[in-house]
């Protein structure tokens, strides 16, 4: 004989089984939409690395235009578009000034150093925000035998700091004075989309002084593969010869670069609900007991927020979370983090907020 209490914990372990999961650990989970599906299936197609490719070279020009630029070229990844970059703006042995916590420093496998030659120069910026005062005491002197600075990266909005967005008076502040130094500044703008949204502003003028821009499809943006790099037309033909270097070249990438259209056209239109969902999901976090986080500061689409409070480590309540259908990422003893996505609507944050309000304590 089975208790009630028994069966009652098989008939909500059936349910859990059959909802879908809340996939919270970041916007590259989300699943191409149908339109994007058609497009991808009915995309005209021919040999990228010939140039031959209409739909990827309409997606360049569409680019190109939109951040008002004279040319832009499709990668395969947010990561490989940093490193192409980097490796035309550096040469080995040259420093790249950005934050400690900047995605080309901490998520990109030390490629700028592997790969490029060059070496991280960082500073911890307040929630990941760079000023001139800061860059300008990493500048190296002109002497020969000091590594010399050859690159300043920003990150708008910035992952690890929690989706924050640079004002734009400081990004026109550090590329006017960038310049007058002799130096050119790239942005890792993966979600540069989220800050034109949260300032509403286009991309083109939140992007406007730096001197390349690369910025991720396959993120909030929903496309399911690709990133861009936008620059003058002279960057952009040595980003060809990169990105062939480093494996990157593409045949028939229509098919990839056709949901890039869609993506453009259409998601910028519904991010602000991302940042709603963020802003809704950091209030409900607030009020649950041992957790601590600043909902004030959440304004895109990315939450972290601290455990300790709980008496549990942020590994032990995310593995919890995950076995009740629930998927986030710890990112340190304490730390979680959760994005919020096209895929995820207000019914699935309130889902996940009560799984982890049901959560024991330590």
């Not at 919270?24 to 497009?39: C, G, H, I, Y």
């Amino acid at each position: 004989m089975h208790s009630a209490s028994t069966m009652q914990t098989g008939d909500e372990r059936l349910r859990r089984a059959a909802a879908p999961a809340v996939d919270l650990r970041s916007d590259t989970v989300t699943k191409p939409t149908p339109a994007m599906r058609r497009a991808m299936a009915e995309a005209d197609v021919g040999d990228d690395v010939y140039g031959d490719d209409p739909t990827v070279n309409c997606l360049q020009q569409r680019v190109a235009k939109m951040f008002e630029r004279e040319a832009a070229i499709f990668v395969p990844s947010g990561s490989m578009g940093n490193l192409i970059a980097i490796k035309i703006w550096t040469r080995p042995g040259t420093e790249v000034i950005c934050d400690s916590r900047g995605h080309i420093n901490q998520h990109e496998m030390a490629s700028l150093s592997a790969i490029a030659g060059a070496c991280p120069r960082t500073v911890n910026a307040p929630d990941g925000i760079l000023s001139w005062a800061m860059i300008e005491l990493l500048l190296r002197p002109k002497i020969y035998y000091m590594s010399q600075t050859a690159l300043i990266s920003l990150e708008n909005t910035h992952n690890l700091a929690g989706g924050t967005v640079y004002p734009p008076a400081v990004v026109d502040d550090i590329c006017d004075k960038a310049h007058a130094a002799g130096l050119p500044v790239h942005l890792d703008g993966a979600r540069i989309f989220n800050a034109a949204v949260a300032l509403g502003k286009s991309v083109a003028e939140l992007t406007a002084k730096c001197d390349s821009v690369m910025f991720c499809l396959s993120k909030g943006l929903g496309a399911p593969v690709g990133s861009m790099l936008v620059g003058s037309r002279e960057f952009i033909e040595k980003a060809r010869i990169v990105r062939k270097m480093l494996g990157g070249g593409m045949r028939q990438a229509g098919v990839l670069a056709a949901a890039g259209l869609v993506a453009l056209e259409e998601s910028p239109k519904i991010l602000h609900r991302d940042h709603e969902n963020a802003r809704y999901l950091a209030a409900g976090l607030a009020a649950i007991p041992g957790i601590s986080i600043d909902a004030n500061k959440v304004v895109t689409n990315i939450v972290f927020f601290d455990v300790q409070g709980t008496g549990r480590t942020a590994g032990e309540i995310v593995s919890a979370l995950r076995d009740r259908g629930v998927l986030s990422n710890p990112m340190g003893p304490y730390s979680i983090r959760m994005l919020t996505h096209f895929d995820v609507d207000r019914g699935a944050i309130d889902r996940a907020l009560d799984i982890l309000r049901s959560l024991p304590r330590g």
